[in-house]
């Protein structure tokens, strides 16, 4: 069926080392793909998207990688912050405007 | 510029009241969506509304919730009557584009619903 999910519920980095968050959908018609930062007692947040012509996107600090192949979608953070800390959820869509999120990975920075 | 505005963004109700929820989006943004987020878990479209037509409610529970865009700007989701189930944060969010092509929603702060 239709839904995007990450492997890890919650992933603990240490301040200053580049964090990884994985995604795996499962919709091979997806083609627009997007990571939300969420903190506490917010909404989500545009991070940075991708487009599935497309296998590498960077932006300030983050990069996401697209891997068509497996349905992987990943999400680099580079130097990671204590503003870093946030739920992260990575979304598909396809073609219509539907974005379908998956469940999240928590990320705790470590002092 | 203001974001997504959302009111109020805490409500405690009983099971069995009707509670409504109120959204303004982002100014000139013609498309405007409701999500339901349980705890622990991503948003879940309900409902999505391009200027004032509810271009896709498949997901919205229409025997207790309904939603309304009237005059295509700000929108309200009721839920009549609301049941244990209900408790979620509901999020509204807009975006600049119209069906056919996906453009970055802006999310509001969400309501926490709590019914007891």
């Known amino acids: 069926g239709e839904s995007v999910g990450l492997h890890l519920p919650t992933l603990s980095v240490q301040e200053g080392d580049n964090s990884i968050i994985n995604c795996a959908y499962s919709n091979s018609a997806s083609d627009y793909f997007i990571w939300y930062k969420q903190e506490s007692g917010k909404g989500p947040q545009f991070i940075i998207d991708i487009r599935s012509n497309m296998d590498k996107r960077q932006g300030q600090r983050v990069t996401v990688l697209l891997n068509k192949t497996v349905k992987h979608l990943s999400l680099q953070i580079a130097a990671t912050q204590p503003g870093d800390s946030a739920v992260y959820f990575c979304a598909e869509s396809t073609r219509d405007d539907k974005i379908i999120f998956g469940k999240g990975t928590r990320l705790h920075i470590l002092p | 510029e203001a974001g997504v505005v959302q009111s109020p963004r805490y409500k405690i109700i009983e099971k069995k009241q009707p509670v409504a929820f109120w959204c303004n989006p982002i100014s000139g943004h013609n498309t405007l969506y409701w999500y339901r987020q349980n705890l622990g878990q991503g948003p879940e479209l309900l409902i999505r509304y391009e200027n004032e037509e509810a271009v896709d409610d498949s997901q919205l529970p229409k025997d207790r919730f309904s939603a309304e865009r009237l005059k295509g700007v700000d929108s309200t989701l009721k839920i009549q009557p609301a049941e244990l189930g209900d408790s979620a944060v509901y999020l509204c969010?807009?975006?600049?584009?119209?069906?056919?092509?996906?453009?970055?929603?802006?999310f509001g702060p969400g309501t926490r619903l709590t019914v007891l």
């Open positions: 969010a807009s975006s600049s584009g119209l069906s056919g092509r996906v453009y970055e929603q802006f």
